[in-house]
């Protein structure tokens, strides 16, 4: 195929994905974080998707080996954002538990979620990583809900509910609020 400009670009995602790079598919990640993590550790001169080698799968997200050309250093690139788990004080990735988040909304389970992720080219979530992370979610999830249909939680304020609005901006769930209060408001 060839653009008006008279370059030719590959015909199908087949046809690009044949040139053998290390990485193959769709990833989801997050750009900004990513491209701010895309310096060798050891030279600090920037780093190119072509300089991935390999990656770690962490569910939904990934951590990238990214090797530098010059000095042969490897550095690891994660593909986006975590925060702390609150009942274990682990990192886990943020993408997990938007992910859980998404299967709660669309009425999706594991699978439905994991049959979209195969047919979008994208690594696959286990059951097991998705009920982790809805466990998680979860409480959040319905104090948003309490708090767009009563104004009763204010007067509940425990230290459970201060960690939870912690969650509740380190997920960014203010988009799932406003589908509750619309939800509530129909
Ligand atoms: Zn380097």
Known sequence: MTSPEGDTYPESETELDSDSHAIQGNRKINVAYMSKQMYCTSCKEKLHLEDIIDEMKRGGAVIFQVKCPTYLVVSDVKSSQEYKNPSTGRDIFAINSKAALGMLHSGFGPRQLNKLFSI???????????????????P?????????????????????????????????VYLCCEIYTNTAEK
Do not use: F, M
Not at 120 to 138: A, Q, S, V, Y
Not at 143 to 172: F, G, M, P, V
């Open 120 to 138: 979008l080219d994208l690594p696959k979530i286990d059951e097991k990583t998705l009920k982790c992370h809805e466990r998680i979610i979860g």
């Open 140 to 172: 959040v999830v319905e104090l948003i809900a309490k708090e767009s249909c009563y104004e009763a939680a204010k007067t509940e304020r425990s230290l459970t509910i201060k960690n939870l609005d912690t969650l509740k901006k380190l997920l960014q």
